[in-house]
């Protein structure tokens, strides 16, 4: 008999893998785990053809669409406009910017602000109606309580909705909105987090929602045996990002990932520079310029945070990918404290292999462990 | 056939509990866990004494003791005093702390860095000599690698030494120079901890020193799952100490207990207001008070901001048990992520039996969670 949690998702290993690449995803779900496509950064119509690509590949096969949806800042009806935002930015955040860039001999973009972020850009309702005409098999969300839209369009069309939280008291919110899945995340996890590790965050979680949704654990999570500790915790499988961004498939930047397999553990920081809000990423002299403790500017709230430092971080992520030294000292990545052990490029299926090898010796330790 | 673990400390169940409560530890390690007393705060003749207390306790089943040592503050020969590390303190610190207190409606003491701290007075060795006539059976070292009488001595007297680390680089240098037991403690953990989680932190010590010493996992554990989560990821064992603090036998204040009950996870920080590294405690406004980015003063180093801090908490704690309202503003205490999960007092051996049905239910969950 399969576990519940893969019996309600149709997979043979509970395995969740969050990419914003399309073949990372495929490769997931065709290996028996589940591939979540990040959605948020596409338009309507890119996102229709990514679906429709990864739905050639998985022969029905189950995947799902993460998207992030801020419910405070788009719940209320009114739509927010980038040039509604970009003039509450305040106006020496210009100048420092372009400082920090001229500090790494870099010049400012004249018109710095003119393209807003994913965030501020489409909605999340726009997205989700191109998915629903593809066989998506979970709806995530991946920043507070989804809108009602998103829970409707979900019990409509008979599609578990999942919420990324960081404390137990969110995940009891998020139960009581009529979320289907919780994914209890851990600070050491990329992006954004909250406080509490995985190793409290999980247990906590799991006691505050008493079996009323399935719970999967994340942050810091990429090996088997730490999936087996979730689990043995009492999580009903994993949620994954980080391990996906050195594979083979993955989109990841060259320059980006010699970054990542270089790194320790303690080379992340929780760093509101680029969003607005705590998200962990790579430490880098973009992160520093954003630590007002250490001479740093401090970041602007959400979503006006992302308006200035996209459109900068994707220049950066350019000249960084040609070699350009300053633009290498600012370069940053969204990323977990477990890119400490992600330590060589490989396919995605053999990343799901190795999990479940590495998940079958780390129960086999623990029956061991006992005294006979 | 016991795990090797147990073979080595001759115990039932590995799990080790740091304490600076007798009790506790006598409890425990006549429960079959491993207590360990936190001797850095006595006088040799008062660790004497208790050391007396626990040989009568426990009739030859094992303990351990646990001491704060900076090597790099103490290894060089030479013993500084408390009156020369006091002339470095900075004469506005004295001012800021008298205004912190009055803010809080409490007087300044006239003469508030008499008393050196327990990191400015007895050192180590001195304390380790008073030892040496118990049968303990492990010397642990909390703060960097052990100084080498500490390791001297333990080689010696066949006393396996730990050392408690927060980064798989310190657990190197440790095993390098010449530990017997690494107890890799997340960030999660009550007092001094680095950043990485529990959760990474774990297994990438694991990898870092390939099998040269057993590794204990320390940070959040409060709980038997957590524990075989630990042990699912490749630990032999856990280092536990916040959990202890809620027990019937611990000496922590009532009002203190209280406090703990009431936590959630998310009301701890990891603040250098107390002893000048960063240390896990309760939020307080006294951890409010020496947080530079929001208006407070910048902590001074250790053991500097020990001799100012710990007059003024040991005066606070006082106050607050008599139930002055500043005082109980201020006052905050060592403890880890896993408060949020402690919510009831208990005794030490009830706790420790907790563990190990825990445990063993956590055992059968992973087993379970395989596909037949």
Request: hydrophobic share 45%; net charge negative.
């Amino acid at each position: 008999m399969k576990p519940a949690i893969c019996e309600k998702f149709g997979i043979d290993f509970p395995l969740f893998a969050f990419s914003h690449c399309r073949d990372v995803v495929a490769a997931v779900t065709n290996a028996g785990g589940f591939g979540v496509l990040g959605g948020t950064a596409f338009t309507p119509e890119q996102l229709d053809k990514e679906l429709s690509w990864i739905d050639e590949q998985v022969g029905g096969k189950p995947y799902g669409l993460d998207l992030i949806v801020p419910a405070t800042y788009e719940g209320k009806g009114e739509k927010i406009t980038s040039s509604d935002l970009a003039a509450r930015i305040p106006d020496d955040v210009r100048g420092y910017i372009a400082d920090v860039l001229a500090a790494h001999d870099i010049e400012a973009d004249p018109k710095p602000f003119a393209g807003g972020s994913s965030l501020a850009g489409t909605t999340g309702r726009e997205l989700l109606e191109a998915a629903m005409s593809h066989p998506i098999k979970l709806i995530a969300n991946a920043l507070g309580v989804p809108p009602d839209y998103m829970i409707e369009a979900g019990k409509a069309n008979g599609i578990p909705v999942a919420a990324l939280v960081g404390a137990k008291e969110h995940a009891v919110k998020q139960v009581a909105a009529g979320v289907d899945l919780i994914v209890a995340q851990g600070t050491e996890a990329g992006g954004h987090c909250g406080e509490v590790t995985t190793m409290v965050l999980v247990p906590e979680v799991i006691e505050a929602i008493d079996g009323a949704v399935p719970v999967l654990a994340a942050g810091g999570i990429v090996t088997g045996r730490q999936m087996a500790a979730a689990v043995a915790m009492g999580a009903d499988g994993a949620w994954t990002g980080s391990v996906w961004l050195t594979t083979e498939e993955a989109e990841t930047a060259p320059y980006t990932v010699q970054k990542f397999l270089a790194a320790s553990s303690r080379d992340t920081i929780r760093s509101a520079g680029r969003t607005g809000k705590p998200a962990r990423q790579l430490k880098s002299d973009w992160t520093d310029a954003w630590l007002p403790n250490d001479g740093g500017h401090k970041p602007l709230p959400l979503p006006l945070q992302s308006m200035v430092a996209e459109p900068v971080i994707r220049r950066v992520d350019m000249l960084a990918a040609q070699g350009h030294q300053g633009a290498q000292a600012l370069a940053t990545y969204f990323v977990g404290q477990g890119v400490g052990l992600m330590n060589k490029v490989k396919p995605a299926r053999e990343v799901v292999r190795e999990f479940i090898e590495d998940y079958l010796a780390a129960t086999e330790r623990l029956s061991n462990s006992l005294p006979d």
